[in-house]
């Protein structure tokens, strides 16, 4: 890793150009976030800030569980398929 | 009075108060700056020791404080200041800030956001990750309503004359919505194309961007929009368009501002006639500029969206009688005849066949009666744009030469600079502070141009040097070809009646209308010589007006230019990052060689990458970019982007201050690398990642989204540290960090958690137990100070501390994630509150309580109390104490001001 951050507000700022080869990118089904970094060219920590706003709002779903290594894949959420839900409080 | 208490802040302290106060019967005013109660307790995972959902703790008192009959909240508002009367009561001064969203009427359905094309950090997940600039603060936000973050307006779109959104645009294009970049253009002219071309792009003069490596480019974008949609479109320019409304508009004339008006009119029902005296439509867009610079065929597309829509374009129709018009049965008339005369020289020979003005001259190209200019030498006389394209029209007809004589100097050269740089740089070749003082004819034919040198004198009325001529420097330029450009008028004729003495319809600024009611006037006729943004701005204006008029309203909300909120500064922009990565700007390519030969496009456009790389490069300086997504998403049609700020001003009893507290910045230790090192993390953080409504799909480390294994914590960042002038306890970190290992060790049961740490504090009821716990799961806790974090190549993190307990040595392990137990400061927006009386603060600028052993929650001004982390470290249980002893401090405060009251009535 060991490379100078940009500010996050930069990075983020940038998240819905990155929508479209990231979503190129898993086309093909779901990828790590190393993957998709490697794939689009760009670092893994903005790859995260990237992903993870598309999670939220709704253009990316994550696999069920993480792979042996502690990495989930991420895939396009189809057409006829919901964003995952926010999670329950299981206190309640 | 308005009401009994004013609480500042929805965080627990102040809810608590407030809640507690309604209860008694007293009248709450509850003013929170965020869009939602509940401040930083909702936004946690869990709390301790009891490890209660603090969702479930918060949401009910949420509610609670919105719903209670006694308190009325203003949540996205900001108390302003407070003055305390003689009375010893207080006038508050309440600012509720636009939402730009009408809350009676949303739904929290979040369909703004998703549709919003702007990313910004999530201050709500401790800038994890992005939220959109519509937002609704978070999933249990009180009330669930969305606000539009807008800053101001952003420089582009204050800059443009014609209220063209370019911020939207641009933000829509990096989107890849190319078509609704073009519609949103669309929305305010049909001329996307010409602009995408000919506009001198006021917008990234003043583009935020070109004070680091260069403006966005812009215009380009908007070309690229453009022919993007012509190449797929069929035709339709897809809009909506009103029922018909029976009404009559008549424009008389094609340029700009008259096509805009017609658009705009048309859109609304109107049955538009446009009357132009050419044969063929567009004014100086067809006419004047040249086709290298603007092919017809773009002017045509252009007016193409028009005709679709069922504007009639009348040519060979020049307009001797409005009131004909009027009797034809137009209902309105608007004049958008541009400046159709040329200034004359008035110098001896200037009627000579070879002496021709720059407005006919470039008019006779442009409808193939171009002449041949082969081997000719060319004197062009004036500095402007007419001058550089009637000497790159002439290059490219053949022309040997092409002299521009101006009188002044290049730096007044009114000529855009680009135009002039590129006339340059085709052959033109400029002959500076000279002026003509006779056209030279011989045998019936110019022959030359007798010129006087010039030198600059005092500035005129434009703030330019004025020229003022040598006496005897007189020499001649031979030619055979004088084109006049040096000045043009609007043509008043038939209207002189309605004319100043320059020529220009006079017409009301705002309105546009002349003296006559349904004769409205728009564009250069009205100004003089401007240029296209301008004209379409005053032709939006003229249709705006036109439409209130005949409908008898008022004329005025033309919000498009009118009602735009300030403008952001390009400073406050730049000073919200603290660096930016350089970007290579995108440019366009243009070719330009040397005594060019024909009129083909020299301007290249933009690639789809280029078009997206160069709008990725926007700085957002308004936040919203008034792309009007969310406008068109909102199924409650809720968005409300003329919503202003409101200032208010409230009489109340007493004060509660209940604004919290603020939390270390991590980034002033460097030696643990937050900000450097992906992944290192505050306790905020953490406690968002474990949260129910969480920004990740679970705990994951952000350098590169893995499930860590080994995660330590670094207690008493920021507090009891002197190196940080901040030597108070923070009083909760240790607890929240073992609240954290719990939960951590529940939901990643393989995870390694380690927490590095000064003293273990755990004073309060079950705290011990709580700590005990949490090291029976397995939790290590090693005693000593971490010195230095370095990152390994894998992102990992490598952990030098001292093990004090351990035999002291200094010993250095690895981890996959560090968790700053970062401690609290002072929230020290309090002090801007009470003005010349201020609020007193102890040494470390925490709300004073002068008398808190006996008396606490009292401030140092009567009638103002305080509550909760304002006055310094408290955790949850003991901030709600604290809320409930402001709470009594209060009731006693105003029972005490009613009894006097009583007393001296």
């Known amino acids: ?92 | 009075m308005d009401y009994d208490v004013l609480v500042i802040g929805s965080g627990i302290g102040g809810m608590e108060s407030s809640i507690k106060l309604a209860d008694m019967g007293y009248r709450v005013l509850l003013v929170e700056k965020e869009a939602s109660v509940g401040g930083r307790m909702i936004l946690l995972s869990k709390v301790f020791p009891t490890l209660d959902c603090a969702s479930c703790i918060s949401g009910p008192k949420m509610s609670s404080t919105v719903n209670h009959p006694n308190i009325t909240s203003k949540t996205f508002s900001e108390v302003e200041s407070i003055r305390r009367t003689e009375d010893g009561r207080f006038v508050a001064t309440i600012r509720e800030k636009a939402k730009f969203v009408d809350w009676a009427a949303c739904t929290g359905c979040d369909m703004c956001q998703k549709a919003c094309t702007v990313a910004v950090p999530d201050q709500f997940n401790a800038n994890l990750a992005a939220r959109r600039a519509a937002y609704i603060a978070f999933p249990q936000a009180v009330p669930k309503k969305a606000v539009l973050q807008r800053e101001g307006t952003s420089p582009c779109i204050g800059a443009c004359p014609a209220g063209i959104k370019a911020h939207g645009y641009v933000s829509l294009v990096r989107s890849g919505k190319y078509e609704e970049a073009f519609q949103l253009v669309l929305d305010a002219t049909p001329l996307v194309g010409t602009l995408g071309r000919a506009c001198y792009a006021p917008c990234e003069s003043e583009c935020t961007r070109a004070k680091l490596e260069g403006p966005v480019p812009i215009r380009l974008i908007k070309r690229f929009a453009a022919d993007r949609h012509y190449e797929s479109a069929d035709g339709s320019p897809a809009v909506e368009v009103a029922e018909a409304n029976g009404r009559k508009i008549a424009i008389i004339g094609s340029g700009p501002a008259g096509l805009t008006a017609a658009w705009q009119l048309a859109r609304k029902g109107y049955a538009v006639t446009i009357l132009e005296k050419r044969d063929q439509p567009g004014g100086y867009l067809r006419h004047a500029i040249p086709a290298y610079r603007l092919p017809h065929d773009v002017v045509d597309a252009d007016i193409a969206n028009l005709t679709a829509l069922g504007v009639e374009i009348r040519c060979n129709a020049p307009v001797t009688d409005p009131e004909a018009l009027k009797a034809e049965g137009y209902d309105a008339v608007i004049l958008a005849t541009g400046t159709q005369v040329a200034t004359r020289m008035d110098v001896p020979g200037e009627d000579a066949s070879g002496s021709v003005n720059g407005l006919d001259f470039l008019a006779a190209v442009a409808n193939g009666q171009a002449p041949d200019l082969s081997g000719k030498r060319v004197v062009v006389v004036g500095g402007g744009n007419v001058a550089m394209d009637a000497a790159r029209v002439s290059l490219r007809l053949g022309a040997a030469e092409a002299k521009v004589a101006y009188r002044r100097t290049r730096a007044e050269m009114p000529a855009h600079h680009v135009e002039s740089k590129d006339a340059e740089a085709e052959g033109a070749v400029f002959e500076l502070l000279v002026a003509p003082t006779e056209v030279i004819v011989a045998d019936g034919k110019v022959t030359g141009v007798r010129m006087q040198k010039m030198q600059l004198g005092a500035p005129d009325a434009s703030g330019r040097r004025s020229p003022e001529p040598i006496p005897g420097s007189d020499y001649v330029i031979d030619c055979d070809l004088v084109i006049s450009t040096i000045g043009m008028s609007p043509d008043p004729t038939p209207f002189a009646t309605l004319a100043d003495r320059r020529g220009r319809i006079s017409v009301d600024s705002k309105t546009l209308q002349t003296a006559v009611p349904y004769l409205f006037a728009a564009g250069d006729v009205t100004a003089g010589a401007t240029d296209i943004t301008r004209a379409i701005g005053s032709g939006r204006r003229a249709a705006h007006m036109v439409d209130r008029w005949l409908n008898d309203q008022p004329l005025d909300g033309f919000t498009a230019l009118d009602d735009r909120l300030e403008t952001i500064s390009q400073d406050s922009v730049l000073a919200r990052q603290t660096a930016f990565g350089h970007r290579h700007p995108v440019n366009g390519e243009v070719s330009l060689q040397k005594f060019p030969r024909d009129f083909s496009e020299i301007e290249a456009p933009l690639t789809i990458d280029q078009a997206r790389a160069g709008a990725g490069s926007c700085l957002d300086c308004g936040v919203c970019s008034e792309c009007q997504q969310c406008v068109q998403a909102c199924p409650a049609f809720a968005i409300k982007m003329d919503q202003r700020d409101k200032l208010t001003e409230l009489h109340v009893g007493a004060v509660v201050v209940a604004t919290g507290h603020k939390l270390f910045a991590a980034d002033l230790k460097p030696e643990y690398g937050f900000g450097k090192f992906a992944n290192v993390i505050t306790g905020m953080q953490m406690d968002r990642l474990l949260a129910p409504t969480r920004p990740f799909n679970t705990v994951l480390r952000p350098g590169d989204g893995k499930v860590p294994d080994r995660i330590a914590y670094i207690s008493c960042t920021g507090s009891r540290d002197k190196t940080v002038g901040n030597p108070l306890c923070s009083k909760f970190c240790c607890m929240y960090s073992i609240k954290q290992n719990q939960l951590i060790m529940g939901a990643l049961p393989l995870a390694d958690v380690t927490m590095h740490y000064m003293d273990m504090r755990a004073a309060g009821k079950r705290y011990e137990e709580f700590y005990t716990q949490a090291r029976d799961m397995g939790a290590q806790y090693i005693k000593g100070r971490v010195s230095r974090i370095v990152e390994e190549p894998n992102g990992d993190l490598l952990v030098r501390y001292e093990d004090i307990e351990g035999g002291g040595g200094i010993v250095e392990a690895s981890y996959d994630l560090v968790v700053l137990a970062v401690g609290i400061q002072p929230n020290r927006e309090v002090e801007r509150l009470f003005g010349e009386t201020p609020l007193g603060l102890d040494e470390y600028y925490y709300v004073a309580e002068p008398s808190a052993e006996i008396s606490p929650g009292q401030t140092t001004i009567p009638g103002v109390f305080v509550a909760g982390t304002a006055s310094g470290a408290k955790d949850i249980v003991d901030t709600i104490l604290h809320a409930g002893a402001a709470v009594a401090q209060v009731a006693a405060h105003l029972e005490h001001q009613h009894f006097t009251e009583e007393v001296m009535a």
Not at chain 1, 12 to 20: D, K, N, T, V, Y
Not at chain 1, 60 to 85: H, M, Q, W
Request: proline share 5%; aromatic share 8%; hydrophobic share 35%.
């Open chain 1, 1 to 92: 890793m060991t490379q100078v951050l940009r500010d996050p507000r930069e990075v983020i700022r940038e998240e819905p150009l990155m929508h479209q080869p990231i979503l190129e990118a898993v086309a093909g089904g779901g990828l790590t976030i190393g993957e998709i970094a490697e794939k689009i060219g760009h670092p893994r920590h903005e790859v995260v800030y990237w992903v993870m706003g598309m999670r939220r709002y709704g253009h990316l779903i994550e696999s069920s569980e993480a792979d042996d290594d502690g990495y989930f894949r991420y895939r396009a959420v189809g057409t006829d398929e919901a964003p995952a839900d926010l999670e329950e409080c299981e206190y309640e």
